[in-house]
């Protein structure tokens, strides 16, 4: 019965998050069409799959990646998110990516915009896709790979296995067995990346970001970095965690001078999240978004997307 429950809630998440994309909320048709070419398609074909991205790219996928089938189905899975990333990014910056999973940012920074790129993932099965990613895009000479954690000091952590987008660092091995973890080498960003200055850094480390963020002090105060987008966790986290709470995130990020603001790439206008509603977020009353962008100078950012060049999702312009 578990296995079964499990497919009906993958099923029905798929679902919900198609449907509500906003992307393919304008694209509907298209969208079912390419979920129900896939989910044959995909049981037809052995083995990985390689699909068409964002302009010329392309990504590597099979069933089970999750984190790369959602963007078969709706072109960028975190909309809102990438397009910033592909409006904002120009070819001479740097970005940073950590929690890269199987590199679809990456591929978006290096393979689409053709900057350079520093990717830090320690998922064994997500790192060595994202190195194939790298390949079947020709951008190995702009991404620098690290199958690292990232965290507050350089030491040894355990992290999960066979959780796709949402392996984790582990602080305690509550209800696992040791074939569900392992042990990875965990560095602090400011360790890894010392003198290098990246323009945009992504966060995605399921509920460790406060941990990622004690260790980029240093970074967080170059004012050349000037935009973070960072996932906030508000599920799936012990509420004796202090690593997830998403109110420390917020209040760390300010005293940086970077605060949460949210995209459009239509109109490809930045809108300030209110004080009040970043706020109240905790576990019990959750953001609407659980992915913010972080800026350091609006007006900076505003020029940047607004002047940017457009690019193509399916056979439609953003």
């Not at 509550?174 to 560095?187: H, K």
Request: hydrophobic share 40%; proline share 6%; glycine share 6%.
């Amino acid at each position: 019965m578990k296995p079964f429950n499990s497919l009906f809630k993958g099923m029905y998440f798929t679902i919900n998050e198609i449907h509500n994309h906003p992307f393919t909320a304008r694209h509907k048709r298209l969208a079912w069409k390419k979920w129900f070419f896939w989910q044959l398609g995909s049981r037809l074909v052995p083995g990985p799959v390689l699909m068409p991205f964002v302009n010329e790219t392309r990504l590597l996928v099979r069933p089970g990646l999750w984190g790369a089938t959602m963007n078969i189905y709706t072109g960028l899975a975190e909309f809102y998110d990438m397009s910033f990333l592909l409006h904002f990014l120009r070819p001479s910056d740097l970005f940073v990516d950590v929690g890269a999973n199987v590199g679809v940012y990456t591929v978006l920074a290096s393979g689409v915009v053709g900057c350079n790129t520093i990717a830090f993932e320690p998922g064994d099965e997500a790192g060595a896709v994202l190195l194939s990613n790298c390949r079947l895009n020709e951008i190995n000479r702009l991404v620098e790979f690290y199958p690292f954690a990232v965290g507050d000091k350089c030491t040894h952590v355990s992290f999960t296995k066979g959780l796709d987008t949402v392996n984790r660092v582990l602080d305690v091995h509550t209800n696992m067995s040791p074939e569900q973890y392992r042990e990875v080498e965990m560095v602090s960003l400011d360790s890894a990346v010392g003198s290098k200055q990246p323009a945009l850094i992504k966060i995605d480390v399921e509920g460790f970001t406060t941990p990622v963020l004690k260790g980029s002090e240093q970074l967080l105060e170059n004012p050349l970095l000037q935009a973070v987008i960072i996932e906030i966790v508000v599920e799936n986290v012990s509420d004796h965690d202090p690593n997830a709470d998403p109110l420390e995130v917020f209040h760390r990020m300010a005293a940086y001078g970077l605060y949460p603001y949210t995209y459009d790439p239509y109109t490809r206008q930045l809108t300030a999240v209110p004080e009040k509603k970043w706020s109240a977020t905790s576990r019990n009353q959750p953001a609407l978004e659980y992915n913010y962008i972080f800026l350091r100078n609006l007006e900076t950012a505003q020029q940047r997307v607004s002047e940017a060049k457009k690019f193509r999702v399916w056979n439609y312009e953003i």
